[in-house]
């Protein structure tokens, strides 16, 4: 046999090591097989579980509608609240370092918040508009329910939450106005609680009030104000209203909410 027809044996190729990866040698080590025993497959059922095991995920839907989660139907503004909530809250507890509700202290606490305190004045406007956007957002959320008709069954348990969930927010809106204790405060919130006088059953010139016994000192308004006019016991019933028992009732609410939304088979489709 020629050279030429010789066979070429080619020697073997030794592959390369391929080089692991930092989650690769992270999954390896031992602090990692001591928290997780397994490793999931990616299939349905185990999607399914990893959202129905964990205490925050499995307030949401397993599955949603790929045309409901899209921007031209919710908007984002339901999400939107919530985020201005959390904000709201933050801010709202740093606020509470700087702030005593009493009449001889309050507006004299909010303008040492705003020109002494370091980042006061933004610590401030944050929360401000914070609460008018909130209040836009969740308004806009109502409407965009309304509108695509997410108000129907089975979701119209959801809608009477919603409902209230507005009414929380309007009326944290109305008792942090009175806070800063400033002329503006005080007489937007006196016309706001003469409004109450009007309340049918409840106040003392709304229907049926009158017949019920209302009067100037037992009726809704005194139970707003702590009086018959705007003073200290207003601002320290507002305060606490404020701070502790609406955000409470709205945090209830809003669980309740977003409960109703997976168990109602997540965020409705467009129609």
Not at 120 to 136: C, D, E, T, V
Not at 176 to 205: C, I, K, S
Not at 235 to 261: D, Q
Request: charged residues 15%.
């Amino acid at each position: 046999m020629s050279e030429e027809n010789k066979p070429t044996i080619t020697p073997p190729v030794t592959p390369k090591p391929v080089k692991e990866s930092l989650r690769q040698k992270l999954r390896k080590t031992q602090v990692w097989r001591s928290m997780f025993r397994h490793d999931y497959k990616d299939t349905p059922k185990n999607r399914t579980l990893a959202i129905i095991g964990n205490v925050f995920l499995h307030l949401h839907p397993v599955k949603v509608l790929r045309g409901a989660v899209k921007f031209k139907h919710t908007w984002c503004m339901g999400g939107l609240s919530f985020f201005l909530f959390l904000v709201l809250l933050v801010t709202g507890v740093a606020l509470m370092f700087y702030y005593r509700p009493t009449a001889e202290y309050a507006y004299s606490d909010m303008k040492y918040l705003q020109f002494d305190v370091p980042f006061g004045m933004l610590l401030r406007n944050m929360h401000r508009w914070s609460a008018h956007a909130m209040i836009i957002t969740v308004w806009l959320h109502m409407f965009r329910v309304f509108m695509t008709g997410s108000y129907k069954p089975p979701r119209e348990f959801n809608w009477g939450v919603g409902v209230i969930l507005l009414f929380l927010t309007m009326f944290l809106s109305f008792t942090g106005y009175l806070l800063p204790w400033d002329q503006l405060a005080m007489w937007a919130v006196t016309v706001g609680t003469n409004m109450a006088r009007a309340t049918p059953f409840l106040g003392h010139e709304g229907p049926f009030g009158p017949q019920l016994g209302m009067r100037p000192d037992n009726d809704v308004r005194f139970a707003l104000l702590g009086g018959t006019q705007v003073g200290a016991p207003t601002l320290l019933r507002f305060y606490v209203l404020h701070c502790i028992a609406l955000p409470f009732f709205l945090l209830v609410f809003v669980t309740v909410h977003f409960w109703r939304v997976r168990k109602d088979g997540g965020i409705s489709g467009p129609l």
